[in-house]
């Protein structure tokens, strides 16, 4: 945590200099008593006019900012914000999905003059955002994933996401060249509809190569379980996946740990090419500073902010990774083909008829779902070829 400072905010004479600055702004709000907020009250309210005028905005992560995967991925988001004219940028890692992050957001508002925040872990919307958006409803708060419902949560409140399925996708074609076993495996943290879209579309990309792979996938029960992670890529290995992909907060662990297996890797969240550059075949990242970006150019312009975002490869809110060095040529051929595909937009990852991995039909023969497809974010299913259970 780093600790915090304000220009212009004046020590009270209860809590001593070196104390507050060695505060962080969870406890602030806490440790302050009401007289010490009131001695401060000047500086505050100087310093909130100034922030609304100049727009500061609040980030908060689950994890660490550089952990190779979903923090950091929000992170490189933020940065390109930094770079817009008239931008003030407030930034709290390792924050928890308890009422930790209240306070968080709490000091953001208060101490900083926050009107916009972007509370990043699917944790933080019920009931921690939606609180703070109650209390708070002057001011903005925007969630990433796909929680928000309309006419159920505050106006003052919205998710966004991306169809970084169409990512994942791309990376079962790459590994339906690379794989010799016929087997792939996935690390999974939770049976959720974007966990499970993923997973499904690794296979589908793979078996639009060779439609007798297979695909295993482990899940940890949590976002970041580091010992469980380097468990389920062993057990992936041992039987029999040469190649592996994750949907966990930090696919550091899984890269790392399948590639000092002998397996190929594809990445999630954000570029680990640096972690095994023989190995890595490409991956799946997030683009959110095209995302941040334009929710800042409309709060800045007084403009409303959508409550419900999304887009995929054309809309620039998801990208690939490089590809590697062991990406055949033919390969390559058929991934840059694909990816021109979904960049022209209707690209259907999800082409009927599909069966679940029960044998039930779940997309008919006739219906087929693009990037825009609402319908995908209610996927409760793995598809027919993935070994394992959402149980």
Not at 117 to 125: C, E, K
Not at 148 to 174: E, H, M, R
Not at 249 to 268: I, L, M
Not at 309 to 317: A, M, N, P, W, Y
Request: charge should be neutral; proline fraction near 5%; hydrophobic fraction near 40%.
């Amino acid at each position: 945590m780093q600790p915090f400072s304000r220009t212009g905010l004046q020590p009270s004479r209860s809590i001593p200099m070196t104390r507050l600055l060695r505060m962080n702004r969870r406890n602030f709000l806490q440790a302050s008593a009401a007289g010490a907020l009131a001695s401060v009250a000047p500086g505050l309210l100087s310093s909130r006019a100034y922030a609304q005028a100049a727009l500061t905005i609040g980030f908060i992560y689950v994890g660490p900012k550089d952990d190779y995967g979903y923090n950091q991925a929000h992170a490189e988001g933020a940065a390109a914000v930094k770079a817009l004219p008239g931008v003030t940028v407030i930034e709290e890692e390792n924050v928890p999905e308890t009422v930790d992050v209240q306070k968080t957001m709490e000091s953001m508002i208060n101490l900083d003059g926050a009107t916009l925040i972007f509370p990043t872990s699917f944790g933080y919307f019920d009931p921690h955002m939606l609180a703070m958006a109650a209390k708070y409803p002057n001011i903005q708060f925007r969630h990433c994933g796909g929680l928000w419902q309309a006419g159920k949560n505050p106006d003052n409140t919205g998710s966004y996401f991306g169809y970084i399925f169409q990512g994942q996708y791309l990376n079962g074609v790459t590994a339906g060249y690379a794989t010799k076993s016929k087997k792939i495996g996935f690390v999974a943290a939770k049976p959720i509809p974007q966990v499970l879209q993923n997973i499904n579309a690794f296979l589908l990309g793979a078996r639009s190569v060779d439609p007798t792979i297979t695909c295993q996938v482990i899940f940890t029960g949590e976002w970041s379980l580091a010992v469980k992670e380097a468990e389920a890529t062993n057990a992936l290995i041992d039987q029999g996946a040469d190649v592996i992909t994750c949907h966990v907060d930090s696919p550091k662990v899984v890269v790392e740990t399948a590639a000092g297996r002998g397996a190929f890797v594809c990445g999630y969240h954000a570029n680990q090419s640096p972690l095994a550059p023989a190995k890595y075949l490409t991956g799946a990242e997030w683009a959110w500073g095209n995302v941040y970006s334009d929710f800042v150019k409309k709060a800045q312009a007084a403009g409303k902010l959508g409550n419900f975002v999304r887009g995929g490869l054309k809309d620039g809110f998801v990208k690939m990774s490089p590809l590697g060095p062991g990406v055949s040529d033919e390969s390559r051929r058929k991934f840059e083909a694909t990816l021109a595909q979904m960049k022209a937009g209707g690209f259907s990852v999800f082409k009927g008829p599909i069966k679940d991995n029960k044998g039930n039909v779940v997309i008919t023969a006739d219906k087929s779902f693009a990037e825009d497809a609402i319908e995908l974010e209610s996927m409760n299913y793995l598809v027919e070829g993935v070994v394992g259970s959402t149980a």
